[in-house]
Nanobody, 117 residues
Framework: QVQLTESGGDSVQSGGSLRLSCVASGTFASVVDMAWFRRRPGKQLEQVAK???????TYADDVEDRFTLSRDSEKNSLYLQMTNLKPEDTGVYLC???????????WGQGTQVTVSS
């Protein structure tokens, strides 16, 4: 069983920064995609950033110049550095892991990010 634990969410002022962390524990395949999603008030779940097993990264258009995704395979960790935060970034940020060959998908419980103007 795989468990994803997120941390780093907080309340910040517009223009501030936060670093989210996601740590994977348990037994899982070595070839995985990992991603951050967010659920904003009144909006559907959306992918924020994703990193593949070869460390290729994709970002949502509205965060590409403000957020940086990174991964530490030795620590089984995924990070999202968020800068120049805006009120519209407010939401619950969730970590996702997809094991490439089995397709097994695991979600974390999420961490709350609140940006005030």
């Amino acid at each position: 069983q795989v468990q994803l634990t997120e941390s780093g969410g907080d309340s910040v002022q517009s223009g501030g920064s936060l670093r989210l962390s996601c740590v994977a524990s348990g037994t899982f395949a070595s070839v995985v995609d990992m991603a951050w999603f967010r659920r904003r008030p009144g909006k559907q779940l959306e992918q924020v950033a994703k990193i593949g097993p070869t460390f290729s990264i994709t970002y949502a258009d509205d965060v590409e110049d403000r957020f940086t995704l990174s991964r530490d395979s030795e620590k089984n960790s995924l990070y999202l550095q968020m800068t120049n935060l805006k009120p519209e970034d407010t939401g619950v940020y969730l970590c996702q892991m997809v094991e490439k060959f089995s397709g097994r998908t695991t979600w974390g419980q999420g961490t709350q990010v609140t940006v005030s103007s």
